[in-house]
C-alpha cells in the first residue's frame, strides 16, 4: 500500500471515532435537557433511529456507484434538514405533553 492509501485508511478510521464520540457527547446532551420520561425514550428513539437511517444512507453510497451517489448524499441533506425541525418541534410537544401528565399526577 502506498502512504496516501494509509493516510486515506487512517482518515476513514479517524473519522468514524470522531463521529461516534460526538454522536455520544450530543445524546449525552439531548438526554440530560430532558425532563419527563416520555421525553427521554423520544429521544432515545429518534437517535436510534437517525442511526438506522445514516447507516443505510452510508451502505447505499458504499454499493452504488459514483454518480447515484452523489445524488443519495444530496437527498439526505434536503431529508435532514427539515426532518430536524419536525423532530425538534415533535420533542417539544412531547415535553409540554410529559410536563402537563407529570403535573397532574402530583395533585393527585
Do not use: H
Not at 502506498?2 to 487512517?10: D, F, L, N, V
Not at 420533542?91 to 402530583?106: C, M, P
Amino acid at each position: 500500500m502506498t502512504t496516501g492509501q494509509w493516510i486515506g485508511i487512517a482518515g476513514a478510521v479517524l473519522g468514524v471515532i470522531v463521529g461516534a464520540v460526538g454522536a455520544a457527547i450530543g445524546v449525552l446532551c439531548a438526554l440530560r435537557k430532558t425532563r419527563g420520561p416520555k421525553e427521554k425514550t423520544f429521544v432515545i428513539r429518534v437517535f436510534f433511529a437517525t442511526l438506522l437511517v445514516l447507516a443505510i444512507f452510508s451502505g447505499l453510497k458504499i454499493l452504488l456507484p459514483e454518480v447515484y451517489s452523489r445524488y443519495l448524499l444530496l437527498a439526505m441533506l434536503l431529508l435532514l434538514l427539515p426532518a430536524i425541525k419536525v423532530l425538534r418541534n415533535r420533542q417539544r410537544d412531547v415535553a409540554i405533553r410529559d410536563r402537563q401528565n407529570n403535573g397532574a399526577d402530583d395533585e393527585l
